[in-house]
């Protein structure tokens, strides 16, 4: 997947304006914000970038005496994660019980789950906190025998540990091809067989399942808009897993959530993150 680069430079530029920017850039469609000295950089998916939509986002802004100029390019494919990955990735440890490492690195602490994500271009190496939040609740949930949808898979971290834990059969999918080709590599680096992975989004899920449990660790504005497709794919008592959205947007989550038929179990939050759990009545 191709990605837009949008720079914005803001005349007076505070943690406040960056704050609101990204916040009202994240509802229409931008996935993530590297704060820079003057701005933001952000970036949206090439099909989702609309000038039109981001002009008017930019004059609505809720801040007074503030001028956003911004510039943008579509950025090629490349791998991303590289320089990264080869200088600061480092073993990182869930819990003390799950460790996440490349296969380049010596001496990984021991654990009951020990993965092995070599992630290049895909998402997902347990460092962001939403990996980190689904990653623990996957810990902490009962996963033995249940079918699992890990939709967004990225590196497919998650389904690697729900493999582990006992999750079978597991269906993980994601939108970009990247991702697909890096999670199946990642499965075998951990010698798991019984994830199947595909390209696609939500319209691949018809006619798929029930699953027992679903992972989706996207969006805001992707989840609300396919949490419908997810929930016809769960029966009474399957649990969801959302995360990729910020405490501030649990009401929303959770009002659509409730006019599909799930029922609020719990959120925990890291840094304004949230992952946010429920089931289905
Ligand atoms: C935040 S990453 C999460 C990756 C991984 N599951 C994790 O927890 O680290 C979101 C992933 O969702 C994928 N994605 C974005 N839009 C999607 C859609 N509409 N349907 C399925 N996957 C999507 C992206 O390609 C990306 O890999």
């Known amino acids: ?68 100029s911004y510039t943008f390019e579509l950025i090629e494919d490349k791998d991303w994660n590289e320089e990264w990955e080869k200088n600061y990735f480092q073993p990182i440890a869930i819990d003390n019980r799950c460790v996440i490492h490349s296969s380049f690195h010596k001496d990984v602490p021991r654990a009951e789950y020990d993965i092995l994500i070599n992630p ?68 075998l680096l951990n010698n798991i067989s019984n994830i199947s992975v595909e390209l696609g989004d939500a319209d691949s899920l018809k006619g798929k399942g029930p699953f027992d449990i679903v992972i989706a660790n996207i969006n805001r504005n992707i989840l609300l808009r396919d949490m419908e497709s997810y929930t016809a794919c769960m029966v009474k008592g399957s649990e969801i897993f959302m995360s990729g959205f910020y405490v501030d947007d649990i009401p929303l989550i959770q009002k659509k959530a409730e006019s599909l038929g799930l029922e609020f179990v719990s959120y925990k939050e890291k840094n304004n993150w949230a992952v946010v759990r429920f089931i289905m009545k």
């Open 1 to 68: 997947m191709r990605y837009f680069e949008v720079t914005l430079k803001a005349t007076s530029c505070n943690e406040t304006v960056n704050d609101v920017l990204s916040a009202f850039l994240g509802e229409i469609g931008f996935e993530s914000f590297v704060e820079e000295a003057d701005g933001l950089k952000a970036y949206i998916q090439e099909p989702l970038f609309d000038e039109t939509a981001l002009k008017e986002t930019i004059a609505s802004l809720p801040i007074e005496n503030v001028t956003i």
């Open 120 to 187: 290049q271009m895909a998402f997902g190496t347990g460092h962001h906190e939403t990996t980190s939040l689904i990653l623990e609740q996957l810990l902490d949930a009962e996963l033995q025998g249940k079918s699992l949808l890990d939709m967004g898979c990225g590196t497919s971290i998650l389904a690697i540990l729900a493999a582990m834990r006992g999750a079978n059969p597991i269906t993980a999918i994601d939108i970009d091809t990247w991702c697909v080709e890096n999670s199946k590599e990642n499965i």
